[in-house]
């Protein structure tokens, strides 16, 4: 089992900088990939980005690309994401998730889940 505890998220203005952290713990958590999504109201769950265990393959969704960086430490157990230049669109309950192989882009190849943290960009 791995759980997941995200932090980081809050009230920002248009253009503002958030950094999500999401802290693992469980003794399977070596090896996961991590990812991160976002769900706004009436909407369904997007994937925002992803990265490997190494760190060496990460992946980021269009809409996001050149503005959010998605990293880890492994010696912390923890994953991250800066974000820059937020935008209102961007408002949403933020989620890392995590699986037991290569990143993946899809909601539902993720086996654990964080509770996530409500991100607000204020126009």
């Known amino acids: 089992q791995v759980q997941l505890v995200e932090s980081g998220g809050g009230l920002v203005q248009d253009g503002g900088s958030l950094r999500l952290s999401c802290v693992a713990s469980?003794?399977?958590?070596?090896?996961?990939?991590m990812g991160w999504f976002r769900q706004a109201p009436g909407k369904e769950r997007e994937f925002v980005a992803a990265?490997?265990?190494?760190?060496?393959?990460?992946y980021s969704a269009d809409s996001v690309k050149g503005r959010f960086t998605i990293s880890r430490d492994n010696a912390k157990n923890t994953a991250y994401l800066q974000m820059n230049s937020l935008k209102p669109e961007d408002t949403a309950v933020y989620y890392c998730?995590?699986?037991?192989?290569?990143?993946?882009?899809?909601?539902?190849?993720?086996?654990?889940w964080g509770q996530g943290t409500q991100v607000t960009v204020s126009s």
């Open positions: 469980g003794r399977t958590f070596s090896g996961t990939a």
């Open positions: 990265i490997s265990w190494s760190g060496s393959i990460t």
């Open positions: 998730a995590a699986r037991h192989t290569v990143p993946s882009m899809r909601v539902d190849t993720y086996n654990y």
